[in-house]
């Protein structure tokens, strides 16, 4: 269903939305603008704009901020009577991948180990003792939302994988060393886990984003026609659903509002603050544009004129024919909450003949489904006003004048709609 509202201001033209000026009648009634009645609300639309947040200054903060070396301990006492050096290391560049709606970090690490008998050390006689070597991979897990005022918030799981477990011999034994490389490298996640969030914070870009998409939503926009706007009035700002991505961490700031043109001078581009997010709204899914469309007066007077020119009936008056009674012509404006309706007329008679234009006002009504504006519920301006001819009841005659008019001051805007939407879908 189509949403119109109905107002007309003080012009030459007659709007469903819009503002002109007009000038003093030379008769008739007081000219000016009607007055706006209670209009409904302009359709609403779902505006969006993308944003896309780099994860290449996240990766090198992040790079940073791992040390080089995770895990150093020298003469771990371990089973078998031996003491363990070892060594946990980053071994190469870390990757980031999209794991669903969160970021995964990859940090591959290497371990070197070294075992020897812990007799033999104490009499300074240990040797190079027994190497081993190992691998695995840390992963990072980083779960990313939005809080009310806009920040990236993010909550860092952070676990490792052995890959390639070491095992050191000494004698007969083949001793599994990952158990105290274990031990050593628990302690470090949870710390781990909080730089980690702590360079996310740091490297948060989205309010500034964010702010900056505002600021673009409410920017009017020139369009094709000539003093022309698309401009969008905002009543609920949100954000979708994060979406990580091999490089960026992507989603989509929304509005709901208003979305019409506007004609004349370029609207005021001065954003109001920006709100707090909102949950998304349940709306139909669609693009509502609120167009303005213009009934000028002087049309409205020229289609007036065709709907009663040339029309003539019977002077009735107590069941005899006095007369006839025809119109030549209409003239419309506004008129505080009303339209003023003057009708030329010419009523003649076997005896006498007159003319004179009568002034009556009408109140202006919307209605949508037909796509049409009628002007109803006529009443007279004079009230004294009758035939300059005696014998004629002037009320009598204001009745059948009246019943003329019932249902002829119609005009339709169908044709205006259909050149908006093709100027709308051009643009």
């Not at 709100?275 to 007066?297: E, H, K, S, T, Y």
């Amino acid at each position: 269903m189509a949403l119109y509202t109905l107002v007309v201001f003080s012009s030459p033209l007659l709007f469903l939305m819009g503002c002109f000026s007009w000038s003093e009648p030379v008769q008739g009634p007081p000219r000016g603008a009607l007055l706006e009645q209670a209009p409904e609300d302009d359709a609403q639309s779902v505006v969006s704009v993308p944003i896309s947040l780099s994860l290449a200054e996240l990766g090198e903060a992040i790079d940073k901020q791992l040390p080089p070396v995770l895990v150093q301990e020298t003469g771990k006492p371990i089973k078998n009577n031996l003491l363990l050096d070892l060594t946990v290391r980053r071994r190469g560049a870390l990757t980031m991948q999209p794991a669903g709606r969160k970021l995964r970090i990859l940090v591959p690490l290497a371990f070197d180990a070294r075992a020897v008998n812990a007799r033999r050390a104490e009499r300074g006689k240990a040797g190079k003792g027994t190497q081993a070597t190992g691998a695995m991979m840390m992963k990072i897990d980083l779960a990313l939302s939005i809080t009310p005022k806009w920040q990236m918030r993010s909550e860092a799981t952070v676990r490792y994988d052995w890959i390639d477990k070491p095992r050191v011999k000494v004698g007969p034994f083949n001793v599994n060393i990952t158990k105290p490389v274990d031990a050593q490298l628990q302690k470090q996640l949870p710390e781990i886990a909080q730089q980690i969030e702590a360079r996310v914070a740091e490297q948060d870009r989205l309010p500034e984003k964010i702010k900056q998409a505002w600021a673009d939503l409410n920017t009017p926009r020139p369009l094709p026609v000539p003093d022309t706007w698309l401009v969008i009035h905002p009543s609920t700002l949100f954000v979708s659903d994060i979406a990580v991505s091999a490089k960026t961490i992507d989603l989509r700031a929304g509005l709901l509002g208003t979305v019409r043109t506007q004609t004349g001078e370029p609207p005021a581009s001065s954003p109001p603050p920006l709100p707090d997010r909102q949950p998304a709204p349940v709306v139909q899914n669609g693009f509502n544009l609120n167009v303005d469309l213009a009934l000028d007066w002087a049309t409205l007077t020229a289609e007036a004129t065709k709907a009663v020119q040339d029309r003539s009936w019977p002077l009735e008056i107590a069941g005899t024919t006095a007369g006839t009674m025809s119109l030549t012509g209409a003239e419309l404006y506004p008129t505080g909450e009303q339209v003023a309706v003057g009708l030329d007329y010419v009523a003649t008679s076997p005896i006498w003949e007159t003319d004179g234009r009568v002034w009556l006002t009408g109140t202006p009504v919307l209605d949508v489904d037909d796509q049409s504006i009628a002007i109803q519920s006529f009443d007279y301006v004079v009230d004294d006003w009758e035939l300059s001819v005696t014998g004629l009841n002037a009320e009598v005659v204001r009745e059948q004048l009246t019943a003329q008019l019932d249902g002829e001051l119609v005009f339709p805007f169908q044709a205006l709609i259909s050149e908006k939407l093709t100027e709308a879908n051009a643009q």
